[in-house]
T-cell receptor, first 116, second 117 residues
């Protein structure tokens, strides 16, 4: 079965410390992985994606994600957290093609709280 | 949110009433999508369209209807058959490649919050 898991409902980090938001996936074939961020009452903003190539992907706002095939993980990271990074983060994987469409499968989301 | 607009931002529906949510994009994307977001859950796909005049049901299409008469527009109607419509609705769009075989990164609009009175 194709799925995405974000094992932490919430992550708390002090401003200036590194942050990690975890994501694991299960999909047949090569995974296409995405991270999105959502601020309150707003739509999702695309941060970064992994399709192929380097395992470390750099994205918007200083975020990066590390693809680990053996651990089927795609954790989101940032070296130094800002209070303004506080938001809801979604990991997604593009599923196998069914019915003429590659569905985007979302995790339940992880709320990141960065404290001053 | 740039390039995709949704209106209204807030919408209130009375019991038994149909309401239509607007979604417009100027990104020249072929594919468009409607998702529903409930607290503590990921996004669930309602309908998608990969080309004008064609659309397909997603995972939770019951009680919803769509149309795709123009490339730029993909309105969603929440009908009275949808028994629990209170949610945040998100529209997205993406490029397609290979005659619609492959869909690229999805970009989202700002959302419409629908509340049943």
């Amino acid at each position: 079965a194709q799925s995405v898991a974000q094992p932490e409902d919430q992550v708390n980090v002090a401003e200036g410390n590194p942050l990690t938001v975890k994501c694991t996936y299960s999909v047949s074939g090569n995974p296409y992985l995405f991270w999105y961020v959502q601020y309150p009452n707003r739509g999702l903003q695309f941060l970064l994606k992994y399709i192929t190539g380097d395992n470390l992907v750099k994205g918007s706002y200083g975020f990066e994600a590390e693809f680990n095939k053996s651990q089927t993980s795609f954790h989101l990271k940032k070296p130094s957290a800002l209070v303004s990074d506080s938001a809801l983060y979604f990991c997604a994987v593009r599923g196998a093609r069914t019915g003429g469409y590659n569905k985007l499968i979302f995790g339940a989301g992880t709320r990141l709280a960065v404290h001053p | 949110d740039g390039g995709i607009t949704q209106s209204p931002k807030y919408l209130f529906r009375k019991e038994g009433q149909n309401v239509t949510l607007s979604c417009e994009q100027n990104l020249n994307h072929d594919a468009m999508y409607w998702y529903r977001q409930d607290p503590g859950q990921g996004l669930r796909l309602i309908y998608y369209s990969q080309i004008v005049n064609d659309f397909q049901k997603g995972d939770i299409a019951e009680g919803y209807s769509v149309s795709r008469e123009k490339k730029e527009s993909f309105p969603l109607t929440v009908t009275s058959a949808q028994k629990n419509p209170t949610a945040f609705y998100l529209c997205a769009s993406s490029k397609t490649y290979g005659a619609g075989v492959v869909t690229d990164t999805q970009y989202f609009g700002p959302g419409t919050r629908l509340t049943v009175l």
